[in-house]
């Protein structure tokens, strides 16, 4: 009987980790599809979402643009911490921005700068993305995997 209550509480606390948290947004595709069209162009596979990468990019953009600064490491955390904190065991790169909407992040901000670029054009297979409107500007982060 307690291995039934056990799978319970198991299967409410999986529930309550929402996968609509970390559908993409339109400006995440339109970044997707942007960073997939660079990797083309560089005879590079596309790029797949992956949902836990998806939750560490989107809430790296978000508590960028609560605090107002840019960086890989807000309060204590790292590209490397969030993801495994989402639940992505693997080493990850990090690209963040502000300022650049989903239009143009990639191709202003992000192919214009050689650890960006080499970030996007790198053998990573997976990708999660944050976009988020605050503080009157856009701050973005994309989190590559494999």
């Excluded at 595709?29 to 997939?36: A, D, F, H, K, Q």
């Excluded at 660079?38 to 939750?55: A, I, P, Q, V």
């Amino acid at each position: 009987m307690w291995i039934l209550s056990l799978c319970q509480m198991v299967w409410a606390l999986a529930c309550a980790f929402s996968v609509a948290d970390a559908l993409p947004n339109e400006a995440e595709r339109l970044v997707l599809i942007e960073t997939n069209n660079y990797r083309k162009s560089s005879g590079l596979e596309n790029l797949g979402f992956d949902m836990r990468l998806m939750r560490a990019a989107k809430s790296h953009a978000a508590n960028m643009g609560n605090l107002g600064v840019m960086s890989h490491n807000l309060q204590g955390s790292t590209p490397n911490s969030r993801a495994v904190w989402f639940g992505y065991a693997g080493g990850v790169r990090e690209n963040v921005a502000y300022g650049f909407g989903p239009e143009n992040v990639v191709g202003s901000a992000w192919m214009n700068s050689p650890p960006h670029r080499a970030n996007i054009l790198s053998d990573s297979q997976n990708i999660g993305i944050g976009m988020c409107w605050s503080r009157g500007r856009w701050w973005a982060c994309q989190v590559f995997g494999n």
